[in-house]
């Protein structure tokens, strides 16, 4: 993903590690590491529009992880947070967000 240096992600918008909605060193104890974000441009001040969590084998995207994530990078459930599995294809743990995607496809 940092290879490809996509529009709104870059190559620092995978795997970071956040802490109370501060970017911090990757790994440092109690930090929350993201595996994709996006940004609606690709400053670190422009605002954050999704996040993506990758999962594997029989892992599922709790609700007190999408918590986690949120309250890591300092944004409110109106950011979608997005369940990508490797067998079970995409999940989006956000109402409102889905609702709105669904709509959209059939309008």
């Known amino acids: 993903m940092r290879e490809l240096d996509l529009p709104g992600i870059g190559k620092h918008g995978v795997e970071q590690s956040f802490s109370a909605g501060d970017t911090v060193r990757y790994g440092l104890d109690g930090s929350v590491r993201t595996d994709i974000k996006y940004r609606d441009g690709r400053t670190s001040a422009a605002p954050i529009r999704a ?4 999962k ?3 892992a599922r995207l709790t609700s007190k992880r999408v918590g986690e994530l949120r309250d890591a990078v300092g944004v409110d459930g109106s950011v979608p947070v997005i369940e990508l ?4 294809s995409i999940t989006v743990k956000n109402h409102m967000f889905y609702n709105f995607i669904i709509g959209a496809a059939h309008a």
Do not use: K, P, Q, S
């Not at 996040?51 to 990758?54: A, K």
């Not at 599995?85 to 079970?88: A, F, G, K, S, V």
């Open 51 to 54: 996040i993506w969590d990758l």
């Open 56 to 58: 594997t084998g029989r």
């Open 85 to 88: 599995h490797i067998d079970r």
